[in-house]
């Protein structure tokens, strides 16, 4: 079926209307009219191929919520009028040990990412900057949310990406957490870090962002930049979830761990982040990396969040200013989170 959408043909060439291709549904699949999709800055890296050569044309955006408008014969998680949400992939070999253990993003053989990618059959996936997308139910996520829907849609990505760390690591009342750099996915560290019972601190290059931080939950503060305040949390905390995607030194915040003290990574900066060995040996700490969560994951963080009342904080666009988003999304000028109203 012919589908409107929004991307591009090249690295260089802004995001704009185009058209694509979504097949016809099978037994299993149901088709989601898309009303509100967040904007990733994955979504900027991949559209202007900055983390490899992307699959052309390229529609962005995993992070999607809508309405259930068509349901396969097969069916049976969702019925017509019901709404549903897809996350950060939409399939997977449904083989391997990691697909059968629940945890399909590390798929063995690769999953089948929302957009930039290939469904098992070799067809391009295309993503949520669109009408909207047709997908197996295996894979879609009920929404147990009645209202604020555009406050769900980020938790697709910045909300699992956070949660599946934190939950791995164990981190509960009488933890000390530190959470690095205050953006989409730190607003949402924080606001679980605090849900969970932990004592968080927000370590962020801004000053200008305490306010914000302890509004989210934050109990402290501390500037990055300042050689003092970083010396007197030395040894102190006992993990520190690293959502920078920029260029830092890592040894630094390193230094702030205890004994047996965790940095959880899920940010991606533009080159390889070096460390220091002995940083690690010195005090046994480790360094974990975490990318999203698998599809009962996410749907246990979604309950969650619907019985804790924790939802992202987003600034509302319409499709045609998606170019301007991506400008300020590269400037941190948004809190915290850009979700596009597909139907403004």
Request: hydrophobic share 40%; proline share 4%.
């Amino acid at each position: 079926m012919k589908v409107s959408a929004y991307g591009t043909e090249n690295a260089t060439t802004p995001i704009h209307e185009m058209e694509i291709e979504r097949r016809e549904l099978l037994p299993n699949d149901i088709k989601i009219d898309i009303l509100y999709c967040g904007v990733c800055h994955s979504d900027i890296h991949m559209a202007r191929s900055e983390w490899g050569p992307s699959v052309y044309p390229i529609v962005p955006g995993h992070e999607i919520v809508g309405i259930v408008t068509e349901v396969g014969s097969n069916v049976t998680k969702f019925k017509v009028g019901q709404t549903a949400g897809v996350g950060v992939f939409v399939d997977s070999c449904r083989k391997c040990s990691c697909c059968k253990e629940g945890l399909e993003q590390y798929c063995d053989e690769g999953m089948s990412p929302t957009y930039n990618g290939y469904f098992p059959d070799g067809s391009p996936t295309f993503g949520g900057y669109s009408e909207n997308y047709v997908i197996d139910e295996k894979y879609a996520l009920q929404i147990p949310f009645t209202a604020e829907l555009e406050r769900v849609a980020p938790l697709l990505c910045a909300g699992i990406t956070t949660y599946s760390p934190l939950r791995y690591a164990g981190v509960g009342k009488g933890h000390k957490v530190a959470v690095l750099g205050l953006g989409g996915l730190g607003h949402m560290a924080v606001k679980f870090a605090a849900s969970f019972g932990a004592e968080v601190t927000m370590l962020s290059t801004s000053p200008s962002k305490e306010a914000d931080a302890k509004q989210l939950g934050a109990k402290h503060f501390a500037l990055s930049t300042d050689e003092n305040q970083m010396k007197a949390l030395e040894n102190h905390f006992d993990f520190i979830l690293n959502t920078v995607a920029a260029k830092h030194d890592m040894n630094k915040f390193l230094n702030l761990l205890k004994v047996n003290g965790k940095m959880l990574v899920v940010g991606i900066p533009p080159e390889d982040n070096r460390f220091n060995a002995g940083t690690l040996i010195g005090k046994r700490r480790s360094i974990v990396g975490s990318m999203i969560g698998g599809i009962a994951e996410t749907q246990e963080m979604l309950d969650y969040c619907a019985k804790h009342n924790i939802l992202s904080d987003v600034e509302m666009i319409k499709m045609k200013d998606i170019n301007e988003a991506y400008d300020r999304v590269l400037k941190s000028d948004v809190k915290y989170r850009f979700v596009i109203d597909m139907k403004a």
